[in-house]
């Protein structure tokens, strides 16, 4: 007779308050020829650098995700189809972390937005900074879970645990962070991703900012705190019983 088994599936749940901040900045001209659009990336570069170094941002803090220079082309001034090379545009992405700080992160935003020459493309999201902690206590509340439903079932059927032959975990990725803003753009509007309806307002209704809104506005109003990350995964235990 086979070796019999009980298969259970744990669910491990876990409530998390973020708290860092992460602020993605990307910068983009287009100038008539390479040189000039390589050295307007590295200007625009040391003109951020100053302005965050007002905030104690300091130059190996602001991290360079992507880097890029593109031909750019009109398809109207084109002949026979092909296309007119009409310049070059450089697109230069960084970021940028701190522990959460709501009056620096308006101050910075600001700042990029309103007293700038830069015309930056911002974003932001709130993080927890030890994933490796919350991921193990994931985990350990999984097991947990799987264990009492276990022996529910075995008690109820008269049989008993034994040992545990296996654990299944998929080790997937798992996201400990929340984003309430899509993009600021340098037209001074502003565009909320769907999770803006996850923070606690503070008194302050967000309803009209549900897809366009001035950053001056949004600013203003920022003094949002982001409700925690609330995060789910399996853990699926098997045991030989008796």
Request: charged share 30%.
């Amino acid at each position: 007779m086979s070796e019999r088994r009980i298969r259970v599936t744990g669910k491990g749940h876990i409530s998390v308050k973020p708290d860092m901040t992460r602020i993605k900045i990307t910068l983009s001209d287009v100038k008539p020829d390479y040189n000039k659009a390589l050295t307007a990336s590295a200007d625009d570069t040391d003109k951020l650098k100053e302005l965050l170094a007002k905030y104690d941002i300091a130059e190996d803090e602001i991290k360079t995700l992507s880097f890029n220079i593109d031909g750019e082309y009109d398809r109207s001034l084109s002949t026979l189809g092909k296309r007119k090379l009409t310049g070059y545009k450089y697109k230069h992405v960084l970021k940028i972390e701190f522990p959460s700080d709501n009056e620096k992160l308006a101050d910075i935003i600001r700042t990029l937005s309103n007293k700038s020459s830069l015309n930056p493309e911002i974003s932001f999201t709130f993080f927890v900074k030890d994933t490796a902690t919350q991921i193990n206590e994931l985990i350990k509340r999984g097991v947990d879970d799987a264990r009492t439903k276990a022996e529910v079932l075995a008690n109820s059927s008269g049989v008993s645990l034994n040992e545990i032959e296996s654990i299944e975990y998929s080790w997937g990725n798992i996201s400990f962070e929340v984003n309430p803003v899509r993009h600021f753009f340098s037209d001074n509007s502003i565009f909320f991703s769907d999770d803006y309806d996850s923070f606690e307002d503070d008194g302050v209704d967000f309803s009209p900012f549900t897809r366009k809104k001035s950053v001056p506005d949004f600013v203003r109003a920022l003094n949002i705190v982001p409700d925690n990350i609330e995060v789910t995964d399996d853990v699926t235990v098997i045991w030989s019983i008796l």
